[in-house]
């Protein structure tokens, strides 16, 4: 009997501030008296959305929420994925109005998760740019925060099935965030789950395609996708797909590699990707192949000793550098492949490249034992806070870079090779269960070098085995599969150029 007085408040939308917030507060509080005036109170409440004052959108916005009625009118909207509210709401640049929309959001996923989930997956695929960036920022950061009971099964499913069709357009930084999403859902924690994300990530980085070294935002990408697939690998889910990738396309060009991100070493980056892939590599179809350019590129990195003139000093003007890093990452990657085809190196190599490598070595672990004694002595008596400035983190971490290579270097000085000792990468940290791990490096600080390594007249160490200058960084630190920068390029280009879609605002 009072449709003429619930009628007055929906006409309420066409006056001013306070009828409106008037209106906007008892039109979800009797909607469900009158289900003949149904579709006015909806468009009526989503006018008031669009009200270009803030405490009128709040005010709507809030009332529909407390609402005990409020899941019946927002479903009463034919579906809670075709509602505009959020679009507006996460538009919206009032921090008041944007902290409510997130909350609000949230009590919505409690009542209906999937419906909730296709409103915001709606909003990513049609919205406007500020809409769709965040949307994708809320997910990435609410969807972890709720209950088993909302997040079943079956909205993991949904949520799998609706990102394949965002990831099929989207930036670098967007392609990290919905890795994020994928990676915390507790379906894809088994090793097919896991599994599943390495052959997304894989399609992603289109290593079915020829590889541009020229090409940064090629490099990038492929950078980006690494990172995101290398904390998925383990001893079932192997990387074998991208370490293939990495050896026959982009070792041959590491010199050519460039990258958007100024100060980057893009080289040594891709060094400690394929040392890290390389321990979960699994079967390799061209085994061979891809350890000969391995080993070719490893040789780069390794001087052979320079001439000497008939006092016994250098022939030349100055020596090597050894470049350490890269060889740590070179030489770890080749040892973790080596295990596989344990005869490369006696039965795959002529007697004279066996015999230039072993030269190669001996060399480098000279100068190698004198680098540690070095570092030693300088951080000696060092604890606490004397070891947090800068310059002993760097050597800190140029020990461990120098005791894993000496650690693999024995192994291949053993006749007939040995693949046998592990070490801990020196950017990553040290598990507490690898105590045997941790004696092996502790053994090699104090060690002498390789047998091998002593023939040959003895030189003056100090001023042949100099530290090379710019090598050790902060390159040396572990990097952050997030902090680099996203893919250049906006998503209408995409990552493997497939095309502009027109994104029109879908209700």
């Known amino acids: 009997q009072h449709k003429d007085a619930y009628q007055a408040i929906l006409d309420g939308v066409k006056g001013g501030a306070k009828e409106k917030r008037l209106a906007a507060q008892f039109i979800p509080k009797f909607f469900k008296h009158f289900p003949e005036l149904a579709d006015s109170a909806i468009n009526a409440q ?55 929309v997130n909350n609000a959001l949230l009590s919505i996923f409690k009542m209906d998760a999937k419906g909730t989930l296709g409103g915001l997956f709606s909003q990513i695929l049609q919205g406007e740019d500020i809409v769709r960036e965040r949307a994708i920022k809320f997910l990435s950061t609410k969807l972890k925060t709720l209950p088993d009971e909302v997040m079943t099964k079956e909205v993991e499913e949904f949520i799998l099935t609706e990102s394949k069709k965002v990831l099929e357009d989207v930036t670098g930084e967007e392609f990290v965030l919905f890795m994020k999403i994928l990676s915390g859902l507790k379906s894809l924690q088994t090793v097919s789950g896991r599994q599943q994300l390495v052959e997304l990530v894989a399609e992603q980085a289109d290593l ?23 904390p998925l690998f383990s001893k079932n889910v192997h990387s ?134 070095q570092l030693r002595l300088a951080l000696q008596g060092k ?76 030189r003056d160490a100090r001023q042949i085995y100099n530290p090379p200058s710019g090598k050790y960084s902060s390159n040396l630190g572990s990097f952050s599969y997030e902090q680099r920068g996203g893919f250049r390029g906006g998503r209408g280009r995409g990552w493997g150029g497939r095309g502009n879609r027109s994104r029109g605002r879908i209700y």
């Open 46 to 100: 989503l006018d008031l959305c669009e009200d270009e004052d803030v405490s009128v959108r709040i005010r709507t916005f809030t009332s529909c929420v407390i609402s005990e009625i409020y899941l019946c009118f927002f479903r009463s909207c034919v579906c809670i994925s075709r509602i505009r509210i959020s679009g507006f709401f996460l538009s919206s640049d009032d921090s008041a109005e944007f902290n409510l």
């Open 208 to 230: 079915e395609q020829t590889f541009n070294p020229s090409d940064p935002d090629c490099v990038d990408r492929l950078l980006q996708c690494t990172r995101q697939a290398v």
């Open 240 to 373: 074998t797909k991208f370490v293939t990738y990495f050896c026959e396309h982009v070792l041959p060009n590491l010199s050519s590699l460039t990258t958007p991100v100024e100060g980057l070493d893009i080289q040594l980056e891709v060094l400690k990707l394929l040392a890290e892939m390389s321990s979960f590599c699994g079967d390799m179809e061209k085994l061979e192949s891809n350890l000969k350019k391995l080993f070719d590129k490893l040789l780069e990195y390794m001087p052979l000793p320079p001439e000497e003139a008939e006092n016994g000093e250098n022939a030349g003007n100055e020596e090597p550098k050894l470049q350490f890093s890269y060889v740590e990452c070179l030489l770890y990657s080749f040892h973790q492949l080596g295990r596989k085809l344990p005869d490369f190196l006696t039965a795959k190599l002529n007697a004279e490249k066996l015999k230039d490598f072993k030269i190669r070595l001996q060399y480098f672990a000279r100068g190698l034992q004198v680098y540690i004694r």
């Open 383 to 458: 604890t606490g806070e004397a070891l947090k400035t800068e310059e002993n983190k760097i050597k800190v971490v140029a020990l461990k870079i120098t005791n894993n290579i000496n650690v693999l270097i024995k192994d291949l000085f053993h006749i007939p090779p040995s693949y046998k000792s592990t070490v801990t990468l020196s950017w990553k940290p040290v598990q507490k269960a690898d105590a045997s791990q941790k004696r092996a490096s502790e053994d090699t600080t104090s060690s002498s070098p390789p047998k091998k390594a002593s023939a040959g007249p003895k």
